[in-house]
């Protein structure tokens, strides 16, 4: 079954129907504590922080969809995030990318540089740039790619030999691809993380984080942490992501078909632009993308004309079928602000080093129909004056 394609992997990949009534799908085991019948003696599972079939579930089908071997399901992305850093001590040093997710951003530089954990956030198009901050105490790179939300293309296998070079561990938020479109383990990273509220859920149902490793002495101690600091998701939406995965696939598909029509038709728009899409062939990273990427993904953001912040502000309340809200990478298209919702958190200078200006409109294009999609933005864009 090792040999299974992805496109099955998603509906069978470390799945087996459960073991009480063979039900297809695992039940919500909606428990906190297993009966024992004598101290120490279970059926495997004792206390649910530790352990829950239905958690269980889901992380054996994480594991298979990454290409990994361990697969750990938390509260929330950032949770996950969370239990990563815990593997770190005071004095070591982090190499991340500038334009990291404003919440990994906000956790990394307003909770952990307190405990002492040093961060270097640098442009990675240049592996001269992370190696330049590469010291004896570097301990990890967090890679997010393509970021959010200008969608820079980060070349995985190229930083994989660097981290091994040094013996640092080489972690990517794969949030905004998914398994679907590249699978960094065997690119050479070491762990995988996912925001599952985005893509793996798909249905804007759930906030859920997820890690993939292969190596097991690093899923021990991240299993412990796990535990230990008890950020764990419950059965429900443990059940909800299995239901979600087994349809990434199609949605996946369906997002990347129309995300390139989408781009295409921003793209010769005379109110905008910048369109920041891996598939178009004017994006700077395009060719990485396409040797790294099976396709482009769904995300695709671009700026009005002049920099106009009143006009991407009116574009934005005048859209009807993209919704006006935070998040991405479920079923149905949503719009943000960067630069006042998903990056508040980055101050603007930093802001606009990363290319993220008061006038970018980031886009989670949905699975609807492309022709009404382009009828939305194009009375939403008749609208502005620019
Ligand atoms: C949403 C997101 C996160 C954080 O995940 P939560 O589930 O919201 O905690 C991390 N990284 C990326 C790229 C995200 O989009």
Redesign the pocket.
């Given at each position: 079954m090792k040999r299974m394609k992805f496109n099955t992997k998603t509906i069978h990949g470390g799945q087996e129907p459960d073991a009480a009534y063979g039900s297809v799908m695992p039940p919500i085991y909606q428990t906190s504590t297993f009966a024992q019948s004598s101290p120490g003696v279970h059926k495997g599972f004792e206390y649910a922080r530790s352990g829950n079939p239905t958690r269980h579930a889901l992380e054996k089908a994480l594991a298979s969809l990454e290409n990994g071997t361990f697969g750990l399901a938390f509260g929330?992305?950032?949770a996950a995030i969370d239990a990563v850093l815990k593997l770190l001590k005071p004095g070591d040093e982090v190499i991340s990318t500038r334009d990291l997710?404003g919440?990994?951003y906000r956790l990394f530089t307003k909770i952990f540089e307190d405990f002492g954990i040093v961060f270097h956030l640098v442009d990675m198009n240049e592996a001269s740039n992370i190696e330049a901050f590469i010291t004896p105490k570097t301990r990890l790179i967090w890679v997010?790619t393509p970021t959010?939300p200008t969608l820079n293309i980060i070349d995985l296998a190229l930083i994989a030999t660097i981290a091994k070079q040094h013996k640092i561990l080489f972690a990517v938020?794969n949030?905004?691809a998914t398994p679907y479109l590249q699978q960094p383990l065997d690119l050479g990273a070491d762990l995988v993380m996912h925001?599952a509220?985005?893509y793996l859920g798909g249905h804007s149902d759930l906030?859920?984080?997820a890690l993939v490793v292969k190596d097991e002495a690093l899923a021990k101690r991240l299993y412990f942490i796990q535990n230990a600091s008890g950020a764990i998701c419950g059965p429900q939406d443990a059940f909800l992501a299995l239901r979600g995965l087994k349809t990434l696939h199609v949605r996946m598909q369906r997002h990347c078909e129309n995300a390139k029509a989408v781009a295409e038709y921003l793209n010769q728009h005379l109110k905008i632009d910048k369109v920041y899409w891996p598939g178009l062939e004017s994006h700077a990273n395009h060719e990485i993308a396409k040797g790294q990427m099976k396709d482009f993904g769904g995300m695709v953001s671009f700026t009005i004309k002049g920099n106009n912040y009143e006009a991407a502000i009116k574009m934005l309340e005048q859209l009807k079928i993209f919704t006006l809200a935070e998040s991405?990478g479920g079923v149905e298209s949503l719009a943000g602000h960067p630069a006042s919702m998903t990056h508040a958190s980055i101050p603007k200078a930093e802001r606009e080093r990363a290319g993220i200006v008061d006038a970018m409109i980031r886009l989670s294009v949905g699975i609807e129909d492309e022709t009404d999609l382009i009828a939305d933005l194009e009375q939403a864009l008749h609208s502005i004056a620019v």
């Open positions: 929330s992305g950032l997710y919440g990994t997010e959010n938020d949030t905004f925001s509220t985005k906030v859920m984080g991405l």
